[in-house]
């Protein structure tokens, strides 16, 4: 029996004021992503309070599923070839994976002037240097030739003069 007037407005509000304020935390948690500064246990934490605020018995499997979702893309490939089972080994996983992500970025940000390139070499075949410093010789030689021979036909044709 409700008696005073704040108690049938708060009753009011339980049985009616909560299913808009659901359907607003389901759109959120349709929509919702983790922001590119936010760590994964501030994203988990958020999901699971828009969780309950859907559906307080929301089962695991189906926050495990809006936990997934949204997380970013940097983790979301190593997490899901883990392939967690619960929100607990979910939260589990990304921590250790963003926490070996991080220890990489800062490892590279310590050392911005060193770059590691992986690379594979094969040698060149031994003809290919011979080659072209062949050419180049006979390109010098060419060169040097009609240089010179150009020069003597100048000399040549003003004493002749």
């Known amino acids: 029996m409700i008696k005073t007037w704040s108690s049938f407005t708060e009753a009011v509000t339980h049985a009616f004021g909560s ?36 559906d307080s018995a929301m089962p695991d499997s189906l926050k495990l599923k809006y936990l997934m979702v949204g997380i970013k893309d940097s983790l979301k490939m190593h997490v899901a070839l883990q392939d967690p089972k619960t929100t607990d080994v979910f939260l589990s996983i990304t921590r250790r994976v963003e926490d070996t992500l991080s220890l990489t970025s800062s490892n590279n940000d310590m050392h911005p002037d060193h770059i590691t390139i992986n690379a594979v070499t094969h040698p060149k075949p031994l003809t290919q240097p011979f080659t072209q410093q062949k050419s180049l010789k006979n390109l010098n030689k060419t060169h040097f030739n009609n240089y010179h021979l150009n020069n003597f036909a100048q000399i040549t044709h003003i004493l002749h003069e």
């Not at 359907?23 to 760590?39: D, G, H, M, P, R």
């Open 19 to 54: 299913t808009k304020a659901q359907q607003l935390a389901f759109e959120q948690l349709k929509w919702y992503k983790q922001t590119v500064n936010q760590s994964i246990t501030q994203y988990y934490d958020k999901i699971i309070e828009v969780c309950k605020k859907v």
